[in-house]
T-cell receptor
Framework: GAGVSQSPSNKVTEKGKDVELRCDPI?????LYWYRQSLGQGLEFLIY????????KSGLPSDRFSAERTGGSVSTLTIQRTQQEDSAVYLC??????????????FGPGTRLTVL | GQQLNQSPQSMFIQEGEDVSMNCTSS?????WLWYKQEPGEGPVLLIA?????ELTSNGRLTAQFGITRKDSFLNISASIPSDVGIYFC????????????FGTGTRLTIIP
């Protein structure tokens, strides 16, 4: 498939444990975004990557959240010492970034995180 | 984080009816987008609007970019069962990082 893929699709963890969420963007897309969607809410921006750099991390809710991207492709979002309020769907999107302002983001199916 | 005001929150309509939803913001955007999300899936782009005042159609969907750049609406004509889902508006101001600010969503349910 040529779309954005995310893994795992579901993750249940205990409070205090660390989790890693993975995003595989569309091949050739240089821009990558992470969003969080809490139950019944819209999407909340977390972080933006251009290549392997993250020029905008303004949406990360606390220092327990971090993300990296390697090889200009796969990205990992890590949440340390998870709390119950971290429970949400974490969505990844990628964009070609050849024509700023007119090429749009394509979203993956998300990872549903439940912290018990 | 910031979210756009989207209304209505939910709609229950009969097949064949027309649907209208809108989104407002306290700040201006250079782009308005409308997405649809179905259970277990990520949002899928329906319509993109790039100019204030622009009216764009995609099949039975029509969306407009408000002239003040602070609002947008989406209309769906002659609804069908596969229109069921959650519709989100999204705005973008910065052409640099292109991050999106999303509305709170409108859940559309079609009554048989």
């Amino acid at each position: 498939g040529a779309g954005v893929s995310q893994s795992p699709s579901n993750k249940v963890t205990e409070k205090g444990k660390d989790v890693e969420l993975r995003c595989d963007p569309i091949s050739g897309h240089t821009a990558l975004y992470w969003y969080r969607q809490s139950l019944g809410q819209g999407l909340e921006f977390l972080i933006y990557f251009q290549g392997n750099s993250a020029p905008d991390k303004s949406g990360l809710p606390s220092d327990r959240f971090s993300a990296e991207r390697t090889g200009g492709s796969v990205s990992t979002l890590t949440i340390q010492r998870t709390q119950q309020e971290d429970s949400a769907v974490y969505l990844c999107a990628s964009r070609l970034n050849e024509r700023p302002g007119t090429d749009e983001q394509f979203f993956g199916p998300g990872t549903r995180l439940t912290v018990l | 984080g910031q979210q756009l005001n989207q209304s209505p929150q939910s709609m229950f309509i009969q097949e064949g009816e027309d649907v209208s939803m809108n989104c407002t913001s306290s700040s201006i955007f250079n782009t308005w987008l409308w997405y649809k999300q179905e259970p277990g899936e990520g949002p899928v782009l329906l319509i993109a609007l790039y100019k204030a005042g622009e009216l764009t159609s995609n099949g039975r969907l029509t969306a407009q970019f408000g002239i003040t750049r602070k609002d947008s609406f989406l209309n769906i004509s002659a609804s069908i069962p596969s229109d069921v889902g959650i519709y989100f508006c999204a705005g973008r101001y910065n052409f640099g990082n292109e991050k999106l600010t999303f509305g709170t969503g409108t859940r559309l349910t079609i009554i048989p």
